[in-house]
């Protein structure tokens, strides 16, 4: 019996969506028969054309992933909890905005299930692109995923990192699940708004078991609230103010999109930062406001929803500003900074992959004294770092620490300038117990700054700042760094 069950579910999901595909390519009904005569075990279906790749089935999506000869960042059994968390995650938070019933508790039938297609590169996702119809490709070139509504379809490609692999879904799932809940009004929205939204959503944390989505991570490649801080405080000062509307929005995204300072380039893509930000904001400081505004918005035009919503907050200290939304900004930065290679918020603790050097700093200002961390090595020969007087990229010490055995290690003293590595110390033993607790603490001195590092709370060594002034050295940040190989850092102290 559960062979014809699964028989008949496969067959028709196989019709369907091959019907609708090649219908889409004006194939001819004998093509399309012959095509039918392939039938495909229960672990497998077929995808695009002839080949035959890994597929999985949730309530509410079939999941397909092209081969890979890479290791999978994110295998199908995770994409299942995923998208179940994820769905729920949005119905509490946007389904009382949109007035809508929750999506995550519907199954539809196999043949009705949107499906999402995780292609292996960006050749093969722009490959797709053409094949199910999506006018200019061209123009989805520098994008990570695609929501085609007509064919019911998820296209993306695997990003470099786990992260961005899951935050592209994510994304892309937060537009269809828009669409499901607001039918035609979700495009009459202006692009700041829809964009904006799926942002939102998609900024998480995942930790291999629980997601948290609609919130952003310690440490972010795009670092959307730095690059805001950033953007408004360059702005001259009567060009941030006066209340929120969708035609102040639409002058800030013409702005960034034409504005050229030779001392502060144009970064791709500020305008999404903008819209993730906006969105956080109102969504979170505005709910019923927000709310009113999508009930309006399928009655009339996005200005006057837009009125009919906030209308009543006029000259109340909630009525949404410019100079309140730039505070809002201000006091919502990531406590992390990234500066190259891959990092990632995996709830409680932070992990760091390198081939080479990965870093992250703290970020805002003033620094704090001390630095305290419990690390565990994810590979053999992993060398980890603590990050001190870090001027840039390129300018910065460290004290390196690599595990020699069940109960030694060894560190170094080593200063990175000018695109070179210099050892200021041999490597040097030290004992060590299960586990391994870094620390690094800066004191005051009169010749400028000290610093202390222990060792699972031993105290290992003391280095002088020199005739390096005091002042400029305490504002400089600290940080973690992974040297080669893979760890994680549970960070006990605050940013």
Same mark, same amino acid.
């Given at each position: 019996?559960?062979?014809?069950?699964?028989?008949?579910?496969?067959?028709?999901?196989?019709?369907?969506?091959?019907?609708?595909?090649?219908?889409?390519?004006?194939?001819?009904?004998?093509?399309?028969?012959?095509?039918?005569?392939?039938?495909?075990?229960?672990?497998?279906?077929?995808?695009?054309?002839?080949?035959?790749?890994?597929?999985?089935?949730?309530?509410?999506?079939?999941?397909?992933?092209?081969?890979?000869?890479?290791?999978?960042?994110?295998?199908?059994?995770?994409?299942?909890?995923?998208?179940?968390?994820?769905?729920?995650?949005?119905?509490?938070?946007?389904?009382?905005?949109?007035?809508?019933?929750?999506?995550?508790?519907?199954?539809?039938?196999?043949?009705?299930?949107?499906?999402?297609?995780?292609?292996?590169?960006?050749?093969?996702?722009?490959?797709?692109?053409?094949?199910?119809?999506?006018?200019?490709?061209?123009?989805?070139?520098?994008?990570?995923?695609?929501?085609?509504?007509?064919?019911?379809?998820?296209?993306?490609?695997?990003?470099?990192?786990?992260?961005?692999?899951?935050?592209?879904?994510?994304?892309?799932?937060?537009?269809?699940?828009?669409?499901?809940?607001?039918?035609?009004?979700?495009?009459?929205?202006?692009?700041?708004?829809?964009?904006?939204?799926?942002?939102?959503?998609?900024?998480?944390?995942?930790?291999?078991?629980?997601?948290?989505?609609?919130?952003?991570?310690?440490?972010?490649?795009?670092?959307?609230?730095?690059?805001?801080?950033?953007?408004?405080?360059?702005?001259?000062?009567?060009?941030?103010?006066?209340?929120?509307?969708?035609?102040?929005?639409?002058?800030?995204?013409?702005?960034?999109?034409?504005?050229?300072?030779?001392?502060?380039?144009?970064?791709?893509?500020?305008?999404?930062?903008?819209?993730?930000?906006?969105?956080?904001?109102?969504?979170?400081?505005?709910?019923?406001?927000?709310?009113?505004?999508?009930?309006?918005?399928?009655?009339?035009?996005?200005?006057?929803?837009?009125?009919?919503?906030?209308?009543?907050?006029?000259?109340?200290?909630?009525?949404?500003?410019?100079?309140?939304?730039?505070?809002?900004?201000?006091?919502?930065?990531?406590?992390?900074?990234?500066?190259?290679?891959?990092?990632?918020?995996?709830?409680?603790?932070?992990?760091?992959?390198?081939?080479?050097?990965?870093?992250?700093?703290?970020?805002?200002?003033?620094?704090?004294?001390?630095?305290?961390?419990?690390?565990?090595?994810?590979?053999?020969?992993?060398?980890?770092?603590?990050?001190?007087?870090?001027?840039?990229?390129?300018?910065?010490?460290?004290?390196?620490?690599?595990?020699?055995?069940?109960?030694?290690?060894?560190?170094?003293?080593?200063?990175?300038?000018?695109?070179?590595?210099?050892?200021? /110390?041999?490597?040097?033993?030290? @004992?060590? %117990? $299960? =586990?391994?607790?870094?620390?690094?603490? #800066?004191?005051? *001195?009169?010749?400028?700054?000290?610093?202390?590092?222990?060792?699972?709370?031993?105290?290992?060594?003391?280095? /002088?700042?020199?005739?390096?002034? @005091?002042? %400029? $050295? =305490?504002?400089?940040?600290?940080?973690? #760094?992974?040297? *080669?190989?893979?760890?994680?850092?549970?960070?006990?102290?605050?940013?």
């Amino acid at each position: 019996m559960k062979f014809k069950r699964w028989f008949s579910e496969s067959r028709n999901y196989i019709v369907t969506s091959l019907f609708r595909h090649f219908a889409r390519q004006q194939c001819t009904l004998p093509g399309l028969a012959l095509v039918l005569l392939f039938l495909s075990p229960q672990n497998m279906i077929l995808a695009v054309g002839v080949e035959v790749w890994p597929q999985l089935e949730t309530p509410r999506f079939l999941v397909i992933a092209e081969r890979t000869p890479r290791l999978e960042p994110v295998s199908l059994a995770d994409w299942d909890s995923i998208l179940r968390q994820y769905l729920e995650q949005l119905d509490s938070k946007f389904a009382p905005l949109f007035g809508g019933e929750s999506l995550a508790q519907t199954q539809p039938p196999l043949g009705q299930k949107p499906i999402l297609l995780i292609c292996a590169d960006k050749a093969s996702y722009l490959k797709r692109l053409g094949e199910y119809g999506v006018a200019n490709p061209a123009a989805a070139a520098g994008s990570g995923g695609y929501y085609h509504p007509d064919a019911n379809i998820i296209i993306t490609w695997r990003q470099p990192t786990d992260y961005y692999s899951r935050h592209v879904v994510l994304h892309e799932v937060a537009h269809w699940y828009c669409l499901q809940q607001l039918g035609p009004r979700y495009t009459k929205l202006p692009l700041w708004l829809c964009e904006g939204m799926a942002d939102f959503a998609a900024f998480h944390v995942w930790d291999g078991q629980t997601l948290r989505a609609m919130h952003m991570p310690q440490v972010s490649l795009e670092n959307y609230p730095a690059r805001l801080d950033s953007l408004f405080k360059r702005l001259p000062c009567d060009e941030t103010h006066g209340e929120i509307s969708p035609e102040s929005v639409m002058q800030y995204f013409e702005l960034l999109r034409t504005e050229h300072d030779s001392d502060n380039p144009v970064v791709p893509y500020d305008e999404y930062a903008l819209a993730w930000g906006l969105v956080a904001y109102l969504v979170d400081g505005f709910p019923r406001e927000m709310t009113r505004f999508f009930d309006a918005i399928r009655q009339v035009n996005t200005s006057e929803s837009w009125q009919s919503a906030f209308g009543e907050t006029n000259g109340d200290l909630k009525c949404p500003t410019w100079p309140r939304f730039v505070e809002w900004i201000g006091s919502h930065q990531l406590p992390w900074q990234w500066i190259w290679n891959y990092w990632e918020d995996t709830g409680s603790q932070l992990v760091g992959i390198s081939d080479s050097t990965a870093l992250i700093v703290r970020n805002g200002g003033p620094y704090a004294t001390i630095l305290r961390c419990k690390v565990t090595p994810l590979l053999d020969g992993t060398t980890v770092g603590l990050v001190f007087r870090y001027e840039n990229s390129e300018q910065f010490e460290m004290l390196q620490f690599r595990e020699t055995g069940k109960d030694a290690a060894v560190w170094r003293h080593v200063r990175f300038a000018q695109k070179k590595r210099e050892a200021l /110390s041999r490597w040097q033993k030290i @004992a060590k %117990t $299960e =586990g391994t607790r870094l620390e690094i603490e #800066a004191e005051p *001195s009169p010749q400028g700054q000290k610093f202390r590092f222990s060792c699972n709370d031993r105290l290992i060594t003391v280095i /002088s700042a020199g005739d390096t002034d @005091a002042g %400029t $050295e =305490g504002r400089l940040p600290f940080g973690l #760094a992974v040297q *080669s190989g893979a760890a994680q850092f549970h960070v006990e102290t605050a940013p």
